[in-house]
């Protein structure tokens, strides 16, 4: 397992290199001037090329690049040259709410898409397992701000049930957030719901099939031995793969989420910082995003070793 968790660690550092490299190449390429963001239509060029030259845009790019892939490492991100205020705990904060949003969603979704997948593979074809997999799929299918629009104007403008945005009053408890995200919650657990059931179906299938599930059986072990001892454990596996690809998608695809119920997270931080032209916000964010991405599939390879001994003994 050590040996396992130290080749996924080493794998991770060319990887991120070639995602910083990639990041900082796409940041700087967008269309716009970072002078002209700041000083606006009626500066004149001069003044534009002074204040590119005073924030060191004007060098030459591998060298803007070695220096803020530097900073990135030890930790000095940088100030926004818009906003004027310090990248790191600006982009910090707002991956908090990210965090919280995705994690509220998977906490209530991950447990009831694998009981729904395991129930319609252990009833394969019947009536339930079909009903299932329609449904299921049926609300991947339906685009989040088509879902989040419906959902807030029936339960927060109509009946008034919940609130409108997805943030708190100010001094209000922590517990009050959770009340806060029940909206924009339901429109990413309506996406996940189809993924991981559909995926925990077929591990179940699969295992199923297997000769040691027919073994099991015909000696006579009780079907919910059979189930909770050698099918979950199995199935699990192509399941808890998926959710660790899930949680980095949450991270950085909650854009329309966060516009829509006006909520500060990380993927409204970049929007923003792309729009504007602010390079410095855009790159540390995506690359913030990129690293919580490889993290949770970093864990997810922990998981499904554990569920299987052939993976963590090099099989």
């Known amino acids: 397992m050590l040996r396992l968790i130290g080749r996924r660690l080493l794998l991770m550092i060319p990887t991120l290199i070639l995602v910083s490299i990639l990041v900082f190449a796409l940041a700087e390429v967008l269309p716009g001037d970072v002078g002209r963001s700041i000083l606006g239509p009626y500066a004149t060029q001069e003044q534009v090329e002074i204040l590119n030259k005073e924030l060191g845009a004007d060098k030459p790019l591998y060298e803007r690049y070695v220096s803020w ?22 982009v910090m904060k707002a991956l908090g709410n990210s965090l919280l949003l995705a994690g509220f969603a998977l906490v209530i979704i991950v447990p009831v898409s694998i009981v729904l997948g395991v129930f319609a593979g252990l009833r394969k074809d019947s009536f339930l397992d079909r009903g299932i ?30 609130p409108v945005t997805a943030i708190p009053p100010d001094g209000s408890p922590f517990v009050d957030r959770f009340y806060y995200l029940i909206l924009p919650a339901i429109p990413l657990m309506f996406l996940e719901l189809g993924y991981i059931a559909r995926m925990a179906r077929v591990g179940t299938v699969q295992v199923l099939a297997m000769p040691y599930i027919r073994t099991a ?11 909770f001892g050698h099918v979950l454990r199995n199935a699990m596996v192509p399941t808890v793969t998926v959710i660790g690809s899930q949680v980095g998608w949450l991270i950085g695809g909650l854009v329309v989420i966060e516009t829509l119920f006006v909520y500060p997270g990380i993927g409204k931080v970049m929007v923003d910082a792309a729009q504007t032209h602010d390079v410095v916000m855009l790159e540390a964010s995506v690359l913030v995003v990129a690293v919580i991405y490889m993290v949770a599939n970093l864990i997810a390879d922990i998981v499904v070793a554990l569920l299987n001994p052939r993976i963590r003994m090099g099989g």
């Not at 892939?69 to 600006?90: C, K, Q, Y």
């Not at 329609?134 to 049930?161: D, N």
């Open 69 to 90: 892939a530097v900073g990135f490492v030890t930790g000095d991100w940088g100030v926004s040259p818009l906003l004027n205020i310090p990248v790191r705990p600006t």
């Open 133 to 162: 997999t329609v449904s299921s799929l049926s609300m991947t299918v339906i685009p989040e701000f088509v879902s989040g629009v419906i959902l807030l104007y029936i339960f927060a403008v109509w009946l008034k049930w919940l």
């Open 217 to 227: 059986v015909l000696k006579g072990l009780p079907r919910h031995r059979v189930v």
